[in-house]
């Protein structure tokens, strides 16, 4: 079963929530019938530790880190993921940002 649409869940520092927001709406994601910059937000901790050789954005490799983070949802229609994801990726402030696609059985 091919899906249409997948929903896109980007995990980042709470303060750049807006500028994810923004690219992911500028990139077509998020836009559910007569409604554009569609999306959800929940707060939490994200834990990480960068290994050698990397260049965090936050703390030092190494080091396990706790950052305030957002979770950001949005729907995408799968013809346009890639360039969705390439937005993400554009402003993102990670090395290796987490993002999660699900496919969505609802049109």
Do not use: Q
């Amino acid at each position: 079963m091919e899906c249409k649409f997948v929903k896109i869940a980007v995990f980042a520092p709470a303060t750049h929530g807006d500028v994810i927001r923004k690219a992911l709406a500028d990139a077509g994601a998020g836009h559910i019938g007569n409604y554009d910059f569609c999306s959800f937000s929940s707060r939490g901790v994200g834990r990480f530790r960068g290994l050698e050789g990397t260049d965090p954005f936050i703390g030092k490799p190494g080091k396990i880190e706790e950052v305030d983070e957002e979770k950001i949802e949005v729907i995408c229609p799968s013809d346009i993921l890639k360039k969705a994801l390439d937005a993400v990726r554009t402003v993102h402030p990670y090395e290796e940002p987490a993002i999660d696609i699900y496919p969505l059985l609802n049109e």
